[in-house]
Structures are given as C-alpha cells and as structure tokens.
Nanobody, 114 residues
Framework: QGPLVESGGGLVQPGGSLRLSCKGS???????????FAWYRQAPGKEREFVASIAADGVTDYADFVKGRFTFSRDNARKTTYLQMNSLKAEDTAIYYC?????WGPGTQVTVSS
C-alpha cells in the first residue's frame, strides 16, 4: 500500500450519500496527527479543485459548493480521515484525491447518476 489510500467511492443516485476514507497507515502516529489532510477532486475535462481540509486541531474548511453537504473528520487513532458526502449531485461526479504529507493518493471514483 502507498502512504495514502482512499476508499469509499462508487456509484450513487442524486441525493444519496457516500463516505470516503483516506488512510495513512504507514505514517507514525505523531506525524499523522500533526498533518493537515485535504480532499481535492477532478472531473473529466476540468482542473483539479479543492474540496475540503482538516487541520491537526480538527478545524475544517470547505469549498463553497460542498458547504452544508460534506463533513470532514479525522480519527487519529485509526490514522484515517473521513469525508461524509450527503445530498450528492451529478456535478459531484469526479475522481476524489486525498492529499497529506505533501503527497497525493491514487484517487477514488465518485459517480452520481440515476
């Protein structure tokens, strides 16, 4: 496994929910806890864009287009962060990438379609 491993993507209908996970199991705990984690996404034909971030102290930041729908959390003991995505829309369809430690994960596909 790489230093960052995403999971939880898939196909969901509009209005549905998914929870993405980003696991950094190779990091020592103190490094994991000190790092900011972020999610970006890239839709076909578009540039990669910021979705959300969570700081070491748990403070979160969200892009305007996901505010109120997405929630970012972290479980340091499990070396995992979670992006809960609710009220998904077709325009949320993209590959979602986790970023931390100056690295990118391989990405996980999210498709919102009826």
């Amino acid at each position: 496994q790489g230093p960052l491993v995403e999971s939880g993507g898939g196909l969901v209908q509009p209005g549905g929910s998914l929870r993405l996970s980003c696991k950094g199991s190779r990091a020592i705990l103190s490094v994991f806890r000190a790092n900011v984690f972020a999610w970006y996404r890239q839709a076909p034909g578009k540039e990669r864009e910021f979705v959300a971030s969570i700081a070491a102290d748990g403070v979160t930041d969200y892009a305007d287009f996901v505010k109120g729908r997405f929630t970012f959390s972290r479980d340091n003991a499990r070396k995992t962060t979670y992006l809960q995505m609710n009220s998904l829309k077709a325009e949320d369809t993209a590959i979602y990438y986790c970023r931390a430690f100056g690295l990118w994960g391989p990405g996980t596909q999210v498709t919102v379609s009826s």
